[in-house]
């Protein structure tokens, strides 16, 4: 059983829908419960850190994330909020990934928000199987993660940054797999037979 984790920051129905295309089983839930005993366990984000913390810690599940055991995949937010400290409101997150989350810089060839497709490279562990550097995911996102030695993939826009990262058995994705046709959909696969 997976565990898409409920707390309030969008996005639910798309990951619902990747998984159902792959037939797996899941719930939906905030229940610390039934995240603690969940096969696999999905935070999915999309929205402001500091309100993504701030729901985190009203539904009790700060403690609960950092304690899980199982492959846990953070998504885009659900990403940002296991790095040490987002510039999106300030805020202190759940320090799983030893990376700060920043804010990309306007300049003329970079957009903000950074939206659509862009390739990533520098693919490394069992989460990218089967898939060569230079595939193309899509991204939606003003803020992003450093480099930093949890980087698993990166892309550009304007800097290199963190498209994905890796700390014993926590994932996360700066780009949203479950929009990024059949490469998100290795992804999610992948992630599914860890």
Known sequence: MIAIVDYKMGN????ENALRRLGADFVVTADADVIRRAD???????????EAMENLRAADLVDVIRSLRQ???GICVGMQ??????????????????????????APEVKVPHMGWNKIGNLETKLFKDLDGGSYV?????????????????ATHGVMFSAALKYENFY??????????????RIIANFLKL
């Open 12 to 15: 639910l129905r798309s990951v």
């Open 40 to 50: 696999k366990v999905l935070l999915p984000g999309v929205g402001n850190a500091a």
């Open 71 to 73: 492959p846990v995949l």
């Open 81 to 106: 909020v296991m790095c040490r400290h987002s510039e999106e409101g300030d805020v202190d997150c759940l320090g799983i990934f030893d990376a700060r989350v920043k804010r990309f810089l306007p």
């Open 138 to 154: 899509y991204f939606v996102h003003s803020y992003y993660p450093e480099l930093c030695p949890d980087t698993i993939a990166t």
């Open 172 to 185: 996360g994705t700066q780009f949203h797999p479950e929009k990024s046709g059949d490469v998100g959909e």
